[in-house]
């Protein structure tokens, strides 16, 4: 049982591979916060519906063992998991804990020019990095504002193509036409 002072389980989906003909799904990734034990139930959360499923087995090193925790790198075995139901940019989480979301607020900050960066502008689709999955998504900037030039800052709201597992406080790199183009944090959910 996990004691008060601890946080829920979530673990970001880096990799899956599947045995048995394609009925048992192994996912990997690093634990970012909580503990799992094997017979525990996750939520897999983000690009599509939210599914449940159970912990047959935690790995590490090819070896099983029985839990994992915050700051491990290891392999989960979901049993009764469909081919097409886990994908790379999903997390794995305490069921209720974490929520997918279309659209947030955040602080954005664009990188210098001989970083690379450009302008950014209401309506630009730029490609959004949020722990292991890249989605589209497009900024609207705030009224009287024209653009976001390099080295430069604003609050904007982004309306993402594809729900991802998103917390306030949650940090997020962005490219724009193809380059790197600056970073932020997640202020306030919607949707």
Same mark, same amino acid.
């Given at each position: ?11 970001? +989906? ?13 996912? %990997? ?12 139930? *996750? ?21 099983? @063992? ?7 790198? *290891? ?24 929520? /997918? $979301? ?6 954005? %900050? ?24 890249? *989605? ?11 653009? *976001? ?9 982004? /309306?993402?193509?594809?729900? +991802? ?10 490219? $724009? $036409? ?6 932020? @944090? ?6």
């Amino acid at each position: 049982m996990a004691s008060a002072e601890e946080k829920p389980f979530l673990m970001p +989906v880096e990799d899956i591979f599947f045995l048995q003909q394609r009925r048992v799904a192994m996912v %990997t990734g690093w634990i970012e916060r909580g503990r799992a034990h094997k017979g525990d139930a *996750v939520e897999i959360i983000g690009l599509g519906p939210s599914r449940t499923a159970l912990i047959a087995d935690i790995e590490q090193n090819q070896m099983s @063992i029985g839990e994992a925790g915050a700051g491990m790198n *290891v392999g989960v075995l979901l049993r009764g998991v469909a081919a097409d139901a886990v994908e790379r940019g999903q997390v794995l989480a305490t069921p209720g804990s974490v929520s /997918a $979301h279309m659209g947030f607020t955040a602080d954005i %900050t664009l990188l210098s020019d001989e970083q690379g960066s450009v302008e950014v502008g209401s309506g630009d689709r730029l490609s959004f990095y949020v722990r292991t999955v890249a *989605v589209w998504g497009t900024v609207t900037l705030p009224e009287g504002v024209d653009v *976001v030039r390099p080295l430069h800052g604003a609050e904007v709201a982004v /309306a993402l193509e594809e729900p +991802v597992a998103l917390e306030e406080g949650q940090s997020f790199a962005f490219r $724009h $036409h193809g380059r790197a183009a600056g970073s932020g @944090i997640v202020t306030r959910l919607s949707r």
